[in-house]
């Protein structure tokens, strides 16, 4: 039996400058953080000589062709992996489509258990750049890369996504304190909708491709935000860096009707008159998490608690996608 384990991700500054309609033509840049709630990938030899599949469908194949899930077969079929008497099993922390990067995880998830299936050792970047291949080429989501990235990674990690395709990443310089006092004070709270990334991006990835000229100054604005963030970050000034936050979050939604709605523009508010200092809606929009850097933690739990909003509390992740079985 091999299980791996992949994590989620939230993002601290630059998001949405990770497609390739975009870096391709001005470059991208972002700032990204594991977090430890993971994606499972269990794979298991059976005496059968079906394939089984197991996610929140079950399928039971005997040919690559027949399989469903579009990233299970594209892993599959990358890695020439043999299919009798394999059992694929997946599991989540997090259901998918809430805006923490689950679909990226997924896939450097399967990677890495197929790698290990064929005892093969594979580097973070290059497991990151097989799950974009995979995600971005193959299967052609309008979706950017700093998922798959960050999961392969872990950590808070600094990316610079170049015109070329390549992508440089480093760690985020921050002290031992203000690292904690960063995990201690960024809040997760559940909004109650999913959507797919993907229809929310692909807004923004047409507008790019046209050359749109209000969506390349609203990327190389946020762009200027990421840069801005990291500054913040690294000399410990975490009040400028939630005033950042509520500054993309504003420019964030002028990208497309899809980003927000009244319940979470509603939410949003309130917890900006109850203890959050900035905050946004993580990943592509429409649904998923509100994030908040909190003054009064306390104040902050209550006044979400009281409209339905469920919290998720987290701690960063610094190993990335591993086996653990």
């Known amino acids: 039996m091999i299980i791996a384990r992949s994590p989620l991700r939230i993002t601290l500054g630059g998001g949405g400058t990770d497609l390739p309609s975009y870096y391709r033509e001005h470059e991208g840049m972002l700032i990204a953080a594991a977090i430890d709630k993971y994606v499972y990938i269990n794979l298991h030899k059976t005496f059968v000589t079906d394939m089984i599949i197991k996610y929140s469908s079950i399928e039971r194949v005997q040919t690559l062709e ?17 299919l009798q ?6 599991m989540a922390d997090i259901p998918a489509g809430t805006g923490l990067g689950s ?22 970047r290059e497991l990151a750049e097989q799950a ?23 950590g808070l990690t600094c990316f610079k996504f ?6 440089e990443a480093w760690p985020l310089r921050v002290d031992p304190e203000t690292l904690y006092n960063l995990e201690d004070n960024l809040l997760l709270f559940f909004t109650g909708y999913s959507r797919s990334a993907s229809d929310v991006l692909k807004d923004q990835d047409q507008k790019s491709k046209v050359k749109d000229a209000d969506m390349t100054a609203n990327l190389h604005f946020v762009k200027e935000l990421g840069l801005e ?8 000034d975490l009040n400028n860096f939630a005033h950042l936050m509520n500054v993309h979050w504003e420019h964030k939604k002028k990208r497309s009707g899809k980003m927000s709605n009244s319940k979470i523009d509603d939410c949003y508010e309130l917890a ?14 429409g649904g998923g998490f509100l994030m908040f850097y909190a003054e009064d933690r306390v104040r902050l739990r209550k006044a979400m608690h009281e409209t339905g909003l469920e919290e998720v509390r987290f701690r960063f992740d610094f190993e990335g996608t591993k086996v653990v079985v």
Do not use: W
């Open 66 to 82: 027949q399989v469903q899930h579009p990233i299970i077969r594209e892993t599959l079929r990358l890695l020439n992996v043999p």
């Open 85 to 90: 008497g394999l059992e694929i099993t997946s």
């Open 103 to 124: 679909s990226g995880s997924f896939t450097t998830g399967m990677l890495k258990a197929l790698h290990c299936l064929q005892k093969n050792i594979i580097h973070p």
């Open 132 to 154: 974009c291949y995979i995600e971005l080429d193959v299967l052609k989501e309008p979706i950017g890369k700093q998922d798959q990235y960050i999961a392969a990674f872990g």
């Open 162 to 167: 170049k015109k070329n395709d390549e992508v």
């Open 229 to 236: 963030s990291q500054k913040a970050l690294e000399s410990g």
């Open 272 to 285: 900006r008159k109850n203890g959050a200092l900035g905050g946004k809606l993580i990943g592509a929009g």
